[in-house]
Structures are given as structure tokens and as C-alpha cells.
């Protein structure tokens, strides 16, 4: 049955309140639902523990109707992916299921695997569900993906969208194709059979929903709901300042050294904010062109770093329902070509996380001269990812390790920032060591909060964290990913830097090796792997704080005695 069935367009009468609030609230349990499900059958840790996924229920048009509590990062690239499927096929059936990652194609980078199912109730299609998540392996020369490469042909399997079940029945030519080109294949079969059961829960609910109220009722009330956002976000927006605001800053570079160079170049973005009215507009006139290395943010990721600060800045209680009316009052604009809009086949893997996270600390900055209780100073800047791959010593089996590791979230207007936690674009559990070191040939040595790394400020800055893996039994090859090496997460209103991040690695012999931030390298088995991420900017002047907090501080081993002296002049 083709989609066009039942598009008759619904009648758009007033749903009730008590209706509307009911099939709204059961929309969100619907993809908090889908969430459980992909939590309970992924076989990944960074999957089942850590949680570097999403869930969405769309409408029929593919816009985002309602979004778990999930990840910013996808706020404003998972409608693409789904527009991509509807793009891209004329017909669905009950029982398809599709899959792409295509990052030139609603995708963000190749790692974020998009899978998609129609949902249907009798034979009208009700809208889409759609999980992305995060697989630890798509392929190419580095185990997990992260390689420092220059197109993106390099970076792993790419997959335009395609149908993997046609009415329930798998496509064994495109499963045959996946499989072949990861290194870890019972793994990834697990997640993605992860994958399908939430959608199938997805769709499952939105049926239901359906039964209950009506097909019309329901259509009706999924795009009330994103009118809903809208309406909030505008008001909102109203009533705070008008004013116009611009930040430039510099990323530590691409991960591409020029031959006989241990030095990575630095490239610049420049963003311009214009708040009015019910209205924001954020132009990156002026930011580099794209770069060689995988440093480059198709639109899509770059707005989502947009979209993450407005959320924050305009509704920091969380009021507003997460969808795409949100983000009618919100425009962005980057130059094609440049490296926050990459034209393809500019490679882009960093860039998913890596600069959106630069790009959401940036609106902070931009904003702070005219609403400067509604921001908050820089928190990490990275998601500082270590993969790890190579053959398994205790049963011969490859594997690929996956993380993120936390830092410090930045300092607010009336409050510290916060020490080890996801910030800013993620939302990212940290996978337990025991669970680490039971999945794969390592042994965590220390894992500790870095005093003095917060920012100082009359509220002081999350401190970052620092941890040491040891490579055990045979060699393998790691690969980093690490921001705010050389730039340093900013402080607001004469808040001090917080400190920034550093890797390296000691080889069995004992001689320490510092490393660029991004790319890979061998781990010889025995040597140890040597990450400091950052801490996070503070907020006000360091003479301001309290001194009874500063005292506490001291004693809880977040700020040293020296730091104390040195960032504060306080003896303690």
C-alpha cells in the first residue's frame, strides 16, 4: 500500500485539553518506551550502558513529533534522516524497515546508524519511527572509525537509505553487505536487532493510539503538538532581550599533520547571533573553509549545537516538549563549503560531536552581553573519544572498544558548574570500568577528578577528569578524538579558563609520548594510554566566591591549596 494512502488532509478542528495533554504525554512515553527496549537487547556497552543513542516518533512529513530523553546531539539532524527515507522511497508497507547513515544524506556521520520504520494502523500510515545509534565499527582502516582521513571514503561503509525488511522479511543482500564490512559483526547484528525492536514498540504504541482516538484525531494532535512547541518557544523568546551578539573561537585542528610536522593547524569559526522578537538568527558568516581532515559539520550537526543552547537558554526547566516546532523560530546560515556546512566528500566524523559541542558553547558566548543570566561558561568542549581494537588475548576474538569520557560542565550565573558529567550536545552515561575491563583486554589504573582543571570564578567551573588505561595481552591500534587541547574552555563575566585536555601514551618501557589530539596510533600491548580531559569555564569574578564554599572545596579535593592562592589569593 503505497504512503499516499489516507493523506487526505485532517480536518483541523480544536482538540480538547484533556485529550490533547493525554496523547501528547503518551507520544513521549512512546519514544522514552522505544528507549528501554534498545537499553535492554543492545549488546554494546556504549550502547546498553552508556546509552550514545536516540529515539523519535515523526510524522508522515518526517518531522520529529516527539524525542526521548535522549541525546541533543540529534535535536536538529534526526528529521533529515528521515525526510532522507521519504525522500528517497515513493512507497511503504507494514513490516519495512530502512537504514542509512549517510551524513550528505540526513545523516551525522557514519558511526550514527539510522533506522527507520513506518508505522501503520490498518492501512494508513500514522507517521515513522526512528532509533540512531552510535555503532562502535562501520568499517574502514581503523578500528572504530575514526581515523584521520581526508574524503569520506575513508571513514567506513556508507549507506544511502535502503530497505532492510520488506513486510517483515529481511533483505539478506543488504544484511550480507553490512555484515561483511565491520570488524565485530555479532556485536553490531545485536545492536541493530536493538534497533528494530524499538521501532517496532514505536510504531506498536502509535497503533494503538490510534485505536483509541481515532486516525484522524491522532494526525490531528501530533502536528497540534509541534504547533505547541512553537507557540511556547516564541513566547519565551519574547520575553527575553533583543540584542545582537557575536563569539570567535579556534579548534585545535583536523587530525591531518603535513609531512615531517608533529604540529596540528588550527582553523576558526565566527558566529554572529541576532535575538528578535520571537525570532533568533545565528549566521557563521566569516568561519573557515572546510578543512581537510574530519573536522567538518554538515548543517544539519551544526544546528543541532545551535538548538542545544537555545533549549537550555530560553527554557532551563525543560517546559517545552522537544520536536521540530521548536525550532521554527530559530534560523541558521553558514556558508556552503565552509567547515560548519562541509559540501561532500569533505570527511566529517570529529565534526559530529566535536563541533557541535564547540559550536553550543560559542552561543553562550555570543549572547552573554545582553542576557548574561541566561548563559553559562564553557563546560569541556569535547567528547574525548578513545577507540580501541585489535584481537582479544582470552579468546581470540577481535573486539573494538568505544568511549566517551566526561569532563567539567561549565559554571552558571548562580551556581558551580559540575565535576565528570556529560555536558552541553550529550547526554552519555559513563560506562562502568567493571564493565569495561569485562568486555575487552584493559585494565583501568586510576580514574579521578582533576582538582585546580574548574575554572575559577565567584562560581567555580567543573572540574575534569583524568584516566589511565593499560593495554593488556596483545597490541592494539587506539585512536583519539580530544578538543580544547591548545584553546581553553572560556570563562563569562571574568570567569577564568578551565584547564585543558592532554593525552599521551607510556610504552612498556616507561617512556611517555605526548600525541596529537586526533588520530590513531599503535598501543603496544603493555603500555598505557594517558587522558586528561578538560574542566570548564568559571563564571564572575574569582574574588567573589564565598569563602566557606571555597574552604569546602578545598577539603573535598576539587581545588588544591596552591589554587586556592594561586586563582583566588585565599590561604587555606
Not at 579556534?250 to 528578535?276: N, Q, Y
Not at 596510533?521 to 563564571?539: H, K, N, W
Request: one cysteine or more.
Amino acid at each position: 500500500m503505497a504512503n499516499d494512502m489516507g493523506m487526505a488532509a485532517a480536518p483541523r478542528m480544536k482538540t480538547d485539553p484533556a485529550t490533547f495533554e493525554v496523547v501528547k504525554n503518551s507520544l513521549y512515553a512512546a519514544a522514552e518506551e522505544m528507549k528501554v527496549v534498545l537499553a535492554k537487547t543492545a549488546y554494546s556497552p556504549i550502547l546498553k550502558v552508556a546509552g550514545d543513542y536516540s529515539c523519535g516518533i515523526f510524522d508522515r512529513e518526517g518531522e520529529m513529533v516527539a524525542q526521548g530523553p535522549d541525546l541533543p546531539i540529534h535535536l536538529g539532524s534526526m528529521p533529515d534522516a528521515v525526510k532522507a527515507v521519504i525522500t528517497a522511497w515513493e512507497s511503504f508497507r507494514p513490516g519495512d524497515v530502512f537504514i542509512h547513515n549517510d551524513p550528505y544524506f540526513g545523516g551525522s556521520h557514519l558511526p550514527d546508524v539510522n533506522v527507520i520504520s513506518p508505522a501503520f494502523h490498518g492501512d494508513i500510515l500514522l507517521g515513522f519511527a526512528c532509533v540512531r545509534a552510535h555503532w562502535p565499527d562501520v568499517g574502514s582502516a581503523q578500528p572504530g572509525s575514526y581515523g584521520a582521513v581526508t574524503e569520506i571514503f575513508g571513514e567506513g561503509l556508507r549507506l544511502p537509505p535502503v530497505r532492510l525488511y520488506a513486510e517483515g522479511v529481511l533483505n539478506r543482500d543488504v544484511d550480507a553487505i553490512i555484515f561483511s564490512n565491520v570488524r565485530t559483526p555479532e556485536e553490531r547484528r545485536g545492536d541493530l536487532n536493538a534497533q528494530v525492536a524499538a521501532n517496532r514498540r514505536g510504531s506498536q504504541r502509535l497503533s494503538e493510539l490510534a485505536e483509541k482516538y481515532g486516525t484522524d484525531a491522532l494526525l490531528r494532535i501530533m502536528g497540534e503538538v509541534m504547533d505547541y512547541s512553537e507557540t511556547m518557544m516564541r513566547a519565551l523568546l519574547r520575553e527575553m532581550p533583543d540584542g545582537e551578539g557575536s563569539f570567535e573561537d579556534f579548534l585545535d585542528g583536523d587530525g591531518i599533520l603535513e609531512a615531517g610536522s608533529d604540529t596540528d593547524e588550527t582553523f576558526t569559526i565566527r558566529m554572529k547571533a541576532l535575538k528578535k522578537g520571537d525570532t533568533l538568527c545565528v549566521d557563521f558568516a566569516g568561519s573557515d573553509p572546510q578543512v581537510a581532515g574530519p573536522m567538518n559539520a554538515p548543517l544539519s550537526v551544526t544546528a543541532s549545537g545551535v538548538f542545544t543552547s537555545v533549549k537550555m537558554i530560553v527554557d532551563p526547566t525543560s517546559m517545552i516538549p522537544p520536536n521540530s516546532g521548536c525550532w521554527r523560530a530559530v534560523t541558521v546560515e553558514a556558508p556552503e563549503g565552509s567547515c560548519v556546512n562541509a559540501a561532500f566528500p569533505a570527511p566529517v566524523v570529529y565534526a559530529n560531536h566535536e563541533m557541535s559541542h564547540r559550536i553550543a558553547d560559542m552561543l553562550f558566548g555570543a549572547l552573554a552581553g545582553f542576557m548574561p543570566d541566561r548563559v553559562m561558561a564553557c563546560s569541556q568542549g569535547t567528547s574525548a573519544v578513545l577507540t580501541l581494537g585489535g584481537v582479544d588475548y582470552r579468546n581470540g576474538d577481535r573486539y573494538v572498544s568505544y568511549e566517551t569520557i566526561k569532563g567539567g560542565f561549565g559554571a552558571r550565573p548562580n551556581k558551580d558548574g559540575i565535576n565528570t558529567i556529560a555536558s552541553g550536545i550529550s547526554n552519555t552515561m559513563n560506562t562502568p570500568i567493571e564493565v569495561l575491563e569485562m568486555s575487552f583486554p584493559v585494565r583501568v589504573e586510576y580514574y579521578e577528578i582533576t582538582e585546580d582543571s574548574g575554572g575559577a570564578g565567584k562560581y567555580r567551573g567543573g572540574n575534569g577528569a583524568r584516566r589511565a588505561w593499560r593495554v593488556l595481552g596483545n597490541d592494539a591500534q587506539a585512536s583519539i578524538c580530544l578538543e580544547r587541547t591548545k584553546s581553553a574552555p572560556f570563562g563569562l563575566a571574568g570567569g577564568k579558563a578551565g584547564a585543558i585536555a592532554q593525552i599521551a601514551i607510556e610504552t612498556p618501557d616507561g617512556t611517555i609520548r605526548e600525541l596529537n589530539s586526533k588520530g590513531g596510533f599503535p598501543a603496544p600491548g603493555g603500555s598505557r594510554i594517558l587522558l586528561e580531559v578538560p574542566g570548564s569555564g568559571g563564571f564572575g569574578p574569582a574574588e567573589d566566591r564565598d569563602p566557606m564554599q571555597l574552604a569546602a572545596d578545598v577539603k573535598d579535593g576539587y581545588v588544591s591549596t596552591e589554587g586556592a592562592k594561586r586563582d583566588y589569593g585565599v590561604d587555606i
